[in-house]
């Protein structure tokens, strides 16, 4: 089966304009995560998603960032007026439960913010 | 605080020895999980390992291994007989609280390179 998938792959983008990054998880995935990966670091949290509850936001750097997640399914991160340390490696990852530890990656979305 | 430490920003081993990551975290929750993922130059994060904190044996994935030192809070993924395809960054993270909450804490990585 597929495995979960990121678009677009790579974005460019000028400082001050909005993006929007797409994620796909493995069908019947009910949890999904966003992270944030800057250049040599480790990843960093953003949001969670589980089934129909509530996502949990507290990795959200700033107002500026929101997720939504339409029918259980495709998450989108949006990024409001962009900034340079905006930058990054965004990952998507989603898992069958929130109680599945195993948590399957996609391959990202690297923005560029110039 | 830093939750979790990787001390070895790199790691050069020769093709066929054992080599030993070092992760230690920091937590006050009783109830609490520990992974290992490796990160090739593709980018996408792979999963290897997984350690629960009442777990009474230490996790053991084919040529993976983690040395779960609880009262040490160390969690130490052992590679043996080393490949050149283990080349790659290696990412320790830690699950706090209960089962449901899945949030991942990441350490800062070891840049892990294989020599032939």
């Known amino acids: 089966g597929a495995g979960v998938s990121q678009s677009p792959s790579n974005k460019v983008t000028e400082k001050g304009k909005d993006v929007e990054l797409r994620c796909d998880p493995i069908s019947g995935h009910t949890a999904l995560y966003w992270y944030r990966q800057s250049l040599g670091q480790g990843l960093e949290f953003l949001i969670y998603?589980?089934?129909?509850?509530?996502?949990?936001k507290s990795g959200l750097p700033s107002d500026r960032f929101s997720a939504e997640r339409t029918g259980g399914s495709v998450s989108t991160l949006t990024i409001q007026r962009t900034q340079q340390e905006d930058s990054a490696v965004y990952l998507c990852?989603?898992?069958?439960?929130?109680?599945?530890?195993?948590?399957?990656f996609g391959p990202g979305t690297r923005l560029t913010v110039t | 605080a830093q939750k979790i430490t990787q001390t070895q920003p790199g790691m050069f081993v020769q093709e066929k020895e054992a080599v030993t990551l070092d992760c230690t975290y920091d937590t006050s929750d009783p109830s609490y999980g520990l992974f290992w993922y490796k990160q090739p130059s593709s980018g996408e994060m792979i999963f290897l390992i997984y350690q629960g904190s009442y777990d009474q044996q230490n996790a053991t994935e084919g040529r993976y291994s983690l040395n779960f030192q609880k009262a040490r809070k160390s969690a130490n993924l052992v590679i043996s007989a080393s490949q050149l395809g283990d080349s790659a960054m290696y990412f320790c993270?830690?699950?706090?609280?209960?089962?449901?909450?899945?949030?991942?804490?990441f350490g800062q990585g070891t840049r892990l390179t294989i020599n032939p």
């Open positions: 998603f589980q089934g129909n509850s509530a996502p949990d």
């Open positions: 990852a989603s898992s069958r439960t929130s109680d599945s530890y195993e948590q399957y």
């Open positions: 993270a830690m699950r706090e609280g209960r089962e449901g909450a899945q949030k991942l804490v």
